[in-house]
């Protein structure tokens, strides 16, 4: 069925706005209510039951019957072409994407042309969200200059020009002593370090989950070994220095446990896992096909129930897209030549409330999730509902069956691994600070 919808200028934020008759989640407050939400002013007014809710005479009046009135969401690991890759991705397309997927507040990645390694290009990165997108843009500084691993960057003066944490992308550090020296360093002003834990010489020319299915296709295989040793690493120098952590994304119920085990400690550590990681498995891979190869690459589907399960006991603190636009010049190959990534902006809500549906996830925890942690861990006030807080959020119609046409993906690539999924639940409505900058319309 297609889908038409409606992106363009933001509407005027000074009329308020009251949506009624909704689902009110606010994981914040652990709220879970039938209400209304007030926005006025750029601002949350209220939050909850209908009667704790003033209504302004002036306002615009929503009726959410059946729909979930949310948080928007947080996006702490995207990728996005600009500068140096327009061709993949730009400002604009990722902020009309991730308005369609309900994501608010996009975190963006240093690997870029040039690296985001010098307070110029933070606040280039800065300057240019703001300019092209209607949606929040924070940029990842690099941790080490040129993501080549060998020296560190300017941690406090890129954290003072904007950057809200710092990591080397795609790049796992293989140097302990800097990754020692980052965390030291940083945890003197808070700073965060985000990690891609994936050993490069245990990766090898590995394409894939290594086990049974990579030999029955005759890929080379990717053992888990090479993401645990890297973030059982990673806790040990937490541990050491008492430096704030976060591994970007983990995929294997070992490293759950080594998670699980580090936070008993009290270690400042915290990990985030991918939607593609939380619903897809290695046998998703099929005939080949490309737009199935990550990093990490996919697991058993015994892993992947794992990190379900990690997400609803907590454990696991971030849902991420790990949004990475590749074209056909990347992409279109044999699998063992084909380019790690897969786009995910409109795709990690619908794709993740598969876990709500079948009752692994509640709500509640899914938004937490997708939502509050994420902002709570970068130091945003964005990801709730609370009177006062900014009045970023997104109403969703659960229940809404349709199927995903990879050409009507407003990203400029289309390398999604849902093409033709069907999904029950979208995105009826994206406010970013009281403004509604996306509408969904049906046909």
């Not at 009726?63 to 140096?84: K, S, Y």
């Not at 394409?207 to 299915?213: A, C, L, Q, S």
């Not at 990203?411 to 509408?439: C, H, I, M, Q, W």
Request: net charge negative; charged share 25%.
């Amino acid at each position: 069925m297609p889908i038409r919808d409606q992106f363009g200028p933001p509407l005027s934020h000074s009329r308020p706005i009251v949506l009624e008759n909704a689902r009110v989640i606010d994981p914040s407050r652990d709220l879970d209510i039938t209400g209304a939400v007030v926005v006025a002013d750029r601002r949350i007014v209220a939050a909850g039951p209908d009667t704790a809710a003033p209504r302004p005479t002036d306002a615009e009046v929503i009726d959410c019957r059946g729909a979930i009135v949310a948080p928007g969401l947080v996006d702490m690991r995207v990728f996005v072409g600009e500068p140096g890759a327009e061709h993949r991705e730009t400002f604009a397309s990722a902020g009309q994407a991730a308005a369609a997927g309900g994501v608010t507040t996009i975190v963006t990645m240093p690997d870029t042309d040039p690296v985001i390694d010098d307070v110029a290009l933070v606040d280039f990165i800065r300057r240019r969200a703001r300019d092209e997108t209607a949606i929040r843009v924070h940029p990842m500084a690099a941790l080490t200059k040129g993501l080549a691993g060998t020296e560190m960057t300017e941690l406090r003066l890129l954290g003072e020009a904007g950057a809200v944490a710092f990591t080397d992308g795609r790049q796992s550090l293989t140097n302990a002593a800097i990754m020692r020296r980052a965390l030291t360093y940083g945890r003197d002003f808070g700073a965060l370090i985000v990690h891609h834990t994936a050993d490069p010489n245990l990766v090898g020319k590995g394409v894939m989950n290594e086990g049974e299915t990579a030999t029955r296709l005759g890929l080379a295989g990717i053992p888990k070994e090479a993401e645990i040793v890297v973030l059982e690493r990673d806790i040990r120098l937490v541990a050491l220095t008492g430096g704030r952590y976060h591994a970007a994304q983990i995929s294997c119920a070992e490293s759950l446990e080594v998670v699980r085990a580090a936070k008993a400690r009290g270690l400042d550590v915290t990990c985030g896992v991918s939607a593609a990681h939380l619903t897809l498995n290695e046998n998703d891979i099929g005939p080949y096909r490309t737009f199935f190869r990550l990093s990490p690459p996919l697991r058993s589907d015994a892993d992947r129930q794992a990190m379900a399960a990690g997400l609803a006991d907590g454990t696991i603190d971030v849902i991420v897209s790990s949004h990475d636009p590749q074209d056909v010049d990347t992409k279109r190959h044999p699998f063992a030549e084909a380019a790690d990534g897969a786009v995910g902006l409109e795709t990690m809500l619908p794709a993740t409330l598969r876990l709500v549906h079948d009752g692994t996830v509640s709500a509640l925890g899914l938004f937490r999730a997708l939502a509050t942690r994420p902002a709570e861990r970068l130091g945003l006030e964005v990801g709730r509902l609370a009177p006062g807080a900014p009045a970023d959020l997104i109403v969703v119609d659960p229940d809404l069956p349709w199927v995903l046409d990879a050409e009507i993906l407003r990203s400029r690539s289309k390398n999604t691994p849902f093409a033709d999924a069907r999904f029950s639940g979208r995105v009826l409505r994206t406010l970013v600070a009281g403004r509604t900058v996306y509408e969904h319309i049906p046909s």
